[in-house]
T-cell receptor, first 109, second 112 residues
């Protein structure tokens, strides 16, 4: 069964303190690995799509990377406005987009 | 360009009642997926509609049903509501076979 697991569940950082979020996946026939950002009471907002091991994508202070079993979302010098829940999702041969439980990030000034 | 629109934004229902949630996809998108998100959890896939037919379904009972209309809008129906159905219901639209989903802001359903 396809599965996506994220760690840690929650992360508190000081402004400027870089860190990484982990997403482990078990998916048959990976078609894509996706990162979303979700603010409280809102729907997920698309950030990145990764298709193959070794691929990297960047956007402002965020960089997503992909291996054959994991994806990482690196946050460099975060700001308070980066506080949100970050969701990882994977799509495989089933055609379903399966989400992890998310990592809630809090960045303190 | 309008994104995904969901209605209503909030809803309170009593156990045993039935509810209908509505979704209008992003302009140009013809595939609609529905997700249930419990508090503190990731979204769980309910089902996906394309060409007015259910194409994929997650592990949800038959109490959950849906419909897609010729204009690509969609409805999610839940019968015999349980307290455990309380959640944020998310609609996402996309092009066929494309997982770059655009999500709506969701409908917050509370069952009392």
């Amino acid at each position: 069964e396809d599965q996506v697991t994220q760690s840690p569940e929650a992360l508190r950082l000081q402004e400027g303190e870089s860190s990484s979020l982990n997403c482990s996946y078990t998916v048959s026939g990976l078609r894509g690995l996706f990162w979303y950002r979700q603010d409280p009471g809102k729907g997920p907002e698309f950030l990145f799509t990764l298709y193959s091991a070794g691929e990297e994508k960047e956007k402002e202070r965020l960089k997503a990377t992909l291996t054959k079993k994991e994806s990482f979302l690196h946050i460099t010098a975060p700001k308070p406005e980066d506080s949100a829940t970050y969701l990882c999702a994977a799509a495989g041969n089933t055609g379903k987009l399966i989400f992890g439980q998310g990592t809630t990030l809090q960045v303190k000034p | 360009d309008a994104g995904v629109t969901q209605s209503p934004t909030h809803l309170i229902k009593t156990r045993g009642q039935q509810v209908t949630l509505r979704c209008s996809p992003k302009s140009g998108h013809d595939t609609v997926s529905w997700y249930q998100q419990a508090l503190g959890q990731g979204p769980q896939f309910i089902f996906q509609y394309y060409e007015e037919e259910e194409r994929q379904r997650g592990n949800f009972p038959d109490r959950f049903s849906g419909h897609q209309f010729p204009n690509y809008s969609s409805e999610l129906n839940v019968n015999a509501l349980l307290l455990g159905d309380s959640a944020l219901y998310l609609c996402a639209s996309s092009l066929p076979g494309n997982y770059g989903y655009t999500f709506g802001s969701g409908t917050r359903l509370t069952v009392v």
